[in-house]
């Protein structure tokens, strides 16, 4: 439990460095650009990541924060037939799906 519990907290800290220092990783690590460009951003990651710590967490604030940046960040309003390490939209609407239906019934 304890090494669990530490490790939720690295999850959550590495949560809060990348909502805090935004931005493609590609354009801090110049050489990756011809192997992995980041197309999508990384707007997507944030609202997975959010998502993915409300499910582990029951935290109402990770929650919060797709439903109030679920908009500005793109890919909750377009047909999205892709899912890769890039883009994460496809999986970002699939799992607020389910949050949605879970909460719809309690």
Do not use: C
């Not at 890919?75 to 999986?91: H, L, N, Q, R």
């Amino acid at each position: 439990l304890i090494v669990v519990n530490n490790k939720m907290g690295l999850i959550l800290q590495l949560f809060e460095f990348g909502d805090k220092y935004r931005g493609k990783y590609d354009e801090s690590i110049g050489v990756v650009k011809g192997y992995y460009a980041s197309f999508s951003g990384y707007m997507d990651e944030l609202l997975w990541a959010a998502l993915w710590l409300y499910k582990a967490t029951d935290n109402e604030e990770y929650l919060g924060y797709v439903l109030e940046k679920a908009h500005s960040f793109g890919g909750i309003t377009w047909t999205m037939t892709e899912f890769s390490w890039d883009v994460k939209y496809v999986g970002v609407q699939i799992i607020a799906s389910m949050v949605r239906h879970s909460l719809s019934l309690n």
